[in-house]
């Protein structure tokens, strides 16, 4: 079984539905009813980590429900209310020229004259384009705790670079 490091969160248990142990399912993947791919489905349950199927799925109104195996009835059922689903990492697509935010997170961020930016700490999402938040360094030159950088490749994100864990962008350190 994996280990907490290589598993990411898909989802969560949202509230029963019925009395035969349905549960409504929050998805966090793009495609909500793309959850159901992912197989097995772990959780941490009663203090030890557990892998779980799904036996049913179906849309009802605006969200998912499920049903799984070995929650038959209600009263079981509840006891998974509010655990998030995870799966292990090394079931995520491939992707080609693109990367996943996690990937990103903790690459240190130069700009293209080489002044360090800082860590990126978090991701958002905006609508119109991503953004890179990072976390400055303490002894930032310009008195910056956190800059919001638009992922935008080429105009400002010159170069990413996973395996070193680094990202050269094209900003004004004072922006």
Partial sequence: MSTQADQIVVGKFGAVYGIKGWLKIHSYTDDP?????????????QGRQREVLVTEYRRH?????AKVEG??????????????ILVSDDQLPELDDQVYWRDLMGCQVKTTAGYDLGVVADMMETGSNDVLVVKSNPTDA???????????????IIQVDI????IEVDWDPGF
């Fill in 71 to 84: 929650f038959d009835v209600r009263e079981d059922a509840q006891a998974l209310v509010g655990l998030e």
């Fill in 33 to 45: 009813e793309g959850v159901f791919d992912y197989k097995p489905w772990l959780i941490d349950y």
């Fill in 61 to 65: 109104n605006k969200t998912w429900i």
């Fill in 163 to 166: 395996a070193n864990k680094f």
């Fill in 142 to 156: 310009f008195g910056k705790k956190e800059r919001l950088i638009p992922y935008l490749e080429e105009k400002v």
